[in-house]
């Protein structure tokens, strides 16, 4: 087992790994910007360095900076989490050069699953059902029209090169393809340095279903179950669940074994995601793309499936095998995620950074975790994500792990900032997500107009 690992990022993310490290026996380098000197990750490191200024592309976007940290401590391996430098094969191959492990895919099946067009074709290969659209990178408004044409309306443009709901458009019909292009292409060049894009079908209505794999290095690939990711706005994930409701046993099997498939065809390794968009009428599925990281709602993952992903992150890159076989997981229970964020809903959920004044954290009971690296005192700072904490509920069945969840959500207090807890507390106590009854339209189009009117 490594000695020491160096965690590439901040927030919650970078609080979770250092507790996973430590229970494995593993010692933690933190790095972190000058705005970030009083977070949580850095207090609780057994070492911390700093990287660069507050703004990311000097610090946590910093390789060299990183880098240079990793080697004056000794660090082994690095854990990119999230967000940052996690799908950047750039910093993957910087660290294979710098024999510092990089926790995570190679390289090269990074790029291969990174760009949509390349993980498109090799599902194909890999017998994967994909949606119809583009073969290749477009880069022209004339030819985006022409290829909508053909495939027919409604059509999403998204970045080639992108995620984290940049660069993505939908359009209905012809008249809005051109300013629809232009618009994601010059989003997508300034958010990633490429402006080529990709055109397929939108399936709609649909469900956002993704399945999480692990990989070793000894070839041995599982999934760990389902996740139903419909509730977003703007394309970026709002609540997540384990198991869907949408899904039975059958479908189950199918969609999973799908991404097993996948990942084995690319001979990945490590954690990772393979999301698909499932009509939920015909209960026909589509490929839609990989994730080579871990994802912010793995814990919901975690709570059903019994594993923890971190630390079998940690072990695969150490080299060694999973330490559970597919036959060995079973599946418990229900569980709920809602992402809380420093923002405030009824203002277009403008970021609502501040220092806390009070905090208190729901507890109690068996089933229920927060994620999160505030505390009181704690400034949260302006230049990065506003999420600042994950409230994680587990119950025998999906009733329980909702009403756990609204008790949770009644519970968290937060002062001194604005939050979404209200709006998550109203979206988990809806008639209609108490159902099951949503897809990935319905936050936006349904759940949002009647929120604001109130």
């Known amino acids: 087992m490594f000695n020491k690992i160096l965690i590439a990022n901040r ?9 996973a490290a430590r ?7 933190a790095v972190y910007s000058e705005a970030d000197r009083d977070a949580l990750h850095v207090a609780l490191a057994d070492e911390a360095i700093c990287i660069g200024p507050a703004r990311a592309t000097e610090s946590y976007l910093n390789m060299n900076n990183i ?45 291969m699953m990174g760009d949509k067009i390349n993980a498109r074709a090799e599902m194909v290969k ?34 080639s090169a992108g995620g984290g709901g940049k660069g993505i458009r939908k359009v209905s019909n ?35 279903i993704e399945v999480q794999i692990l990989a070793d290095q000894h070839g041995n ?20 669940e384990s198991p869907s409701v949408a899904i039975g046993h059958t479908l189950r099997e199918r969609i999973c074994q799908a991404a097993v498939k996948a990942a084995a065809h690319v001979n990945y390794e490590n954690a990772g995601t393979i999301e698909f968009l499932l009509d939920e009428a015909s209960g026909d599925f589509f490929f839609m793309e990989m994730n080579t990281r871990v994802q912010v709602e793995h814990p919901v993952t975690e709570f059903v499936s019994g594993v923890d992903i ?9 080299g060694q095998e999973l330490s559970v076989k597919q036959e060995d997981i079973e599946f418990k229970g229900h569980a709920i995620e809602c992402r809380i964020n420093a923002e405030n809903p009824k203002f277009n959920f403008a970021p609502s950074p501040g220092k806390i004044t009070n905090l208190f954290l729901p507890s109690g009971g068996v089933g229920l975790r927060v994620d999160s690296a505030m505390y009181t005192g704690y400034t949260i700072p302006p230049y990065y994500d506003s999420m600042i904490a994950k409230v994680i509920v587990h119950g025998e069945n999906r009733f329980e792990a909702l009403m756990k969840m609204q008790r949770a959500l009644m519970e968290f207090d937060v002062e001194g900032l604005t939050t979404n807890i209200d709006f998550q507390l109203e979206l988990i106590s809806d008639d209609n997500v108490i159902a099951g009854d949503y897809d990935t339209s319905f936050l936006a189009n349904t759940f949002l107009p009647e929120y604001l009117e109130k």
């Not at 927030?11 to 507790?19: F, Q």
């Not at 229970?23 to 380098?29: I, K, P, R, S």
């Not at 997508?188 to 397929?200: H, L």
């Open 11 to 19: 927030g919650e993310i970078a609080v979770r790994i250092i507790r």
């Open 23 to 29: 229970e494995l026996g593993v010692a933690t380098v």
């Open 67 to 111: 880098l240079e940290a990793a080697v004056a401590t000794g660090a082994q391996a690095i854990h990119p989490g999230f967000g940052f430098l996690s799908e950047n094969s750039k910093f993957a191959r910087l660290c294979e050069e710098m024999n510092i492990k990089f926790i995570g895919p190679s390289a090269q099946v990074m790029d």
């Open 126 to 159: 890999a017998g994967v059902p994909v949606t119809p659209g583009s073969e290749g990178e477009v880069y022209t408004s004339e030819e985006a029209l022409t290829l909508a044409n053909k495939i027919g309306y409604p059509v999403m443009l998204k970045a």
């Open 174 to 208: 012809a008249e809005e393809l051109v300013p629809a292009f232009e618009a994601a292409t010059a989003e997508a060049k300034a958010a990633f340095g490429n402006g080529a894009m990709f055109i397929e079908r939108m399936i709609s209505p649909a469900r956002h």
């Open 221 to 240: 690939v599982i999934h760990l179950g389902e996740r139903d990711c419909s509730l977003q706005r703007n394309n970026q994930k709002v609540l997540e």
């Open 310 to 318: 971190v630390k079998e992150q940690i072990r695969i890159a150490d």
